[in-house]
């Protein structure tokens, strides 16, 4: 299994951009599939997660301005970032599981599979 980050990059305060975490064959074999982040020197940190069943939730430090979503035909899942500020700068990592359970989402210990970090820098 092999995931795919991309979609990084410089931003300005109150901008956005689109991640994207592309898998080696049909996401439906994770039973979550989520995007964490770890800035310099502080943990990972666990931003939003999707369901096998299509539930999402997002972190409270990001709700009402991130988004995740999946587009299972491209085997892809999104982290759609609206009105970024300086606090969002971070190495931006998506990881998947097949049998997660719930009380383990967010540990990022618990996550089999993990794909390269996208580096989002959100500066004036």
Not at 14 to 26: K, Q, T
Not at 27 to 50: K, S, T
Not at 84 to 92: F, R
Request: glycine share 12%; hydrophobic share 35%; net charge positive.
């Amino acid at each position: 299994v092999q995931l795919q980050a991309s979609g990084g990059g410089l931003v300005q305060p109150g901008g956005s951009l689109r991640l994207s975490c592309a898998a080696s064959g049909n996401i439906y074999r994770f039973n979550v599939m989520g995007w964490y982040r770890q800035a310099p020197g502080a943990q990972r940190e666990l931003v939003a997660h999707i369901t096998g069943g299509g539930s999402t939730v997002v972190a409270d430090s990001v709700k009402g301005r991130f988004t995740i979503s999946r587009d299972s035909a491209k085997n892809t899942v999104f982290l759609q970032m609206n009105s970024l500020k300086p606090e969002d700068t971070a190495a931006y990592y998506c990881a998947a599981d097949k049998s997660l359970i719930s009380s383990s989402v967010g540990n990022a210990n618990a996550y089999d599979y993990w794909g390269q970090g996208t580096q989002v820098t959100v500066s004036s």
